[in-house]
């Protein structure tokens, strides 16, 4: 008999070939499947260190998520999750918890909602400051646009009563700082957070590991990485530890620019370093996303641009010329026009370089045949669609929306489109994504 090192039988397995047919068994060797068969069949040829009988259960290929932030997810789970707390009393208690477990210099949470407790009033930081008089706080609320600080984060941002925020600001009440802040005054103080240690990055990793393995994630594609954070996960990869495959996008910052197009890609069983993330616009949310025609609810306003063409035209010709692949965040309409145009002058007509547009949110029903003509993947995230349905018709109008969120009409251009969630502003489970497309 041939030797393998798991057989699974008694199952309904879901092949995903050219004719999706299932299979009731498989033979599996280091990590790969060999043979899939009837179940006599299976059992009869090989030879196997553990069984499994799976008891009729479906399985299936391990999900792929094309566009997420798996450390960034990972990271957000070293913070106390105040989502479910019915009251400040609750977030206090899960502070209290959480300082004792924190690797970090300050204690950060995040997904508290005052509008779910009693009386719905803004928590103070009056609590925290006698319980936490020396370590710096800062939790933010469910939005990310407010947070509450105390004293100690406050004295090392040096914000005062006097001081002044364009576009945020500090809440002052019986002339005392109650240490809730909004907008651009949450990101004047997030600024002195230190950048995580090489041990909390680590633990981040594994925890992310661990969740998506959960959900039957096998391969995630990371939207926007650093040459430090590439490196931990290639020292966890090699240790055995982290086994997730990582298709790593590289951020567009000189750092990366300077390494990365001199030594070229990095390719191993586990991670797959080759492409560069662009962000062409903003997000239609804020009316970030830069349209061709204004906006429907804001007349004269067409969102903008991250970066001139120029920047776009000169970065796709270096990194194409190195061997490297261009995906850039493309909202609105105009952002894919132009950079669909610029990836068609560098890559021309029947090439297999698979660049891609991330988002291909709203597209004009003019642009839908770049995709084909020069092999542009769409890649998009279901779940937006679902997160954005309430007011993404306010922002576009009806005859626009038809040409957004398109995902069936993307398909058709290449017989092929990359799902994705862009966790961890979506949830991690690709059941949803596949829902959502559907």
Not at 176 to 188: E, K, P, R
Not at 223 to 231: C, F, H, N, R, V
Not at 301 to 317: D, Q
Not at 400 to 408: E, F, S
Request: glycine fraction near 8%; charged fraction near 25%; proline fraction near 3%.
């Amino acid at each position: 008999a041939e030797e393998c090192d798991l057989v699974v039988h008694n199952a309904v397995i879901h092949s995903v070939n050219g004719s999706m047919e299932t299979f009731e068994a498989m033979a599996i060797k280091d990590g790969k499947i060999i043979e899939l068969g009837a179940e006599r069949q299976i059992l009869n040829k090989y030879s196997y260190v553990e069984s499994y009988d799976a008891q009729l259960k479906h399985i299936y290929p391990g999900f792929i998520d094309a566009h997420c932030h798996f450390l960034g997810y990972g990271l957000s789970l070293q913070q106390a999750e105040l989502k479910e707390c019915n009251s400040f009393d609750e977030v206090v208690e899960k502070l209290i918890e959480y300082d004792k477990r924190r690797i970090g210099t300050w204690i950060e949470g995040r997904g508290w909602d005052h509008t779910k407790w009693e009386g719905s009033q803004y928590p103070t930081k009056t609590k925290l400051d006698s319980l936490f008089p020396n370590t710096p706080i800062l939790i933010r609320r469910v939005d990310g646009h407010a947070a509450l600080a105390n004293q100690a984060a406050l004295d090392i941002a040096g914000i005062t009563m006097d001081t002044y925020f364009p576009g945020g600001h500090i809440e002052i009440l019986e002339g005392q700082l109650t240490g809730i802040l909004v907008d651009n005054a949450v990101d004047s103080i997030r600024k002195y957070i230190p950048t995580p240690s090489e041990d909390l990055m680590k633990q981040a990793l594994m925890d992310a590991q661990r969740d998506c393995f959960g959900v039957g994630l096998t391969t995630v594609d990371d939207a926007g990485m650093k040459k430090q954070e590439i490196e931990i996960i290639q020292s966890l990869q090699e240790s055995g530890l982290l086994k997730m495959r990582i298709y790593a996008m590289l951020t567009d910052n000189e750092e990366n620019f300077a390494h990365y197009l001199k030594s070229g890609p990095i390719k191993t069983d586990r991670l797959n370093v080759r492409s560069f993330k662009f962000y062409g616009d903003g997000a239609l949310g804020s009316r970030g996303a830069c349209l061709i025609r204004p906006y429907d609810d804001a007349p004269g306003k067409y969102g903008m641009l991250i970066n001139e063409e120029e920047y776009f035209r000169k970065w796709a010709e270096r990194i194409f010329n190195a061997g490297f692949q261009m995906n850039t965040h493309c909202i609105g309409d105009s952002a894919s026009r132009l950079i669909m145009s610029i990836y068609g002058d560098i890559l021309g007509q029947g090439n297999d370089e698979r660049w891609r547009i991330e988002h291909a949110q709203i597209i004009n029903k003019d642009d839908f045949h770049y995709f084909k003509e020069f092999s542009i993947i769409p890649s998009v995230q279901p779940t937006h669609a679902t997160s954005d349905m309430r007011w993404a018709i306010l922002r576009v109008g009806r005859e626009r929306l038809k040409n957004g969120y398109a995902y069936d009409k993307l398909r058709q251009q290449n017989g092929m489109i990359a799902l994705g969630t862009d966790f961890p502003i979506e949830g991690i489970s690709p059941l949803e994504t596949f829902y959502a497309a559907v």
